[in-house]
């Protein structure tokens, strides 16, 4: 049988197949013998609250092996010498749009207004601190938008 699940792990259940295997056998009650691959189908992380959760959801396969059409390797073609495409803004959109280019054979250039990731560290303490907001470097502007700390 196969089965599809939606489920809130702590991140170390969340942390390879074998731990995910094992927290479904536990919460849906079956052998863990029995599955013999959890594909996951999306994964994303709640970083809301002091707990983080890493939402799942995930195809399993009891007593059943999956289809070799559900591996889609990907390559990553050499594109410097190709034909670029301007994408506006390092968050995960924009570096989501820019892997996506180079599956497709186009150069991508990422344009980003605010600051480098590890140079945002200071701006925000700036907030907590001191209230002061840099209104190009905060906890949305600067690379990795705001995603980099979601
Ligand atoms: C405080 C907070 C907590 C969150 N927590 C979670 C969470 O726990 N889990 C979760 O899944 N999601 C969370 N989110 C939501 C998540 O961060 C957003 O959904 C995600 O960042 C959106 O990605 P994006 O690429 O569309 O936009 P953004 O992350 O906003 O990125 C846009 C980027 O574009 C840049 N930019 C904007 N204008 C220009 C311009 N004119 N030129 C060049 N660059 C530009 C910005 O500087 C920024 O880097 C949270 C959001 C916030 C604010």
Do not use: W
């Not at 599955?35 to 396969?61: E, G, P, W």
């Amino acid at each position: 049988m196969i089965y599809e699940y939606q489920l809130r792990l702590l991140p170390q259940q969340a942390y390879t197949q074998d731990s995910i295997r094992e927290y479904v056998a536990h919460e849906k009650g079956l052998d863990v013998r029995t599955i013999n691959h959890v594909q996951v189908l999306k994964r994303s992380i709640d970083a809301r609250q002091r707990t983080i959760i890493v939402n799942l959801s995930v195809r399993v396969f009891v007593n059943e092996r999956p289809d070799k059409q559900d591996y889609q390797s990907i390559s990553y073609p050499d594109v410097s010498q190709s034909p670029a495409a301007i994408v506006v803004g390092a968050g995960p959109g924009g570096l989501f749009a820019a892997l996506r280019l180079i599956e497709q054979g186009v150069r991508p250039i990422v344009v980003e207004r605010g600051k480098r990731v590890d140079e945002r560290h200071r701006d925000l303490s700036l907030i907590t601190k001191e209230q002061q907001i840099n209104p190009e470097s905060n906890y949305c502007f600067g690379e990795g938008g705001a995603g980099a700390y979601s």
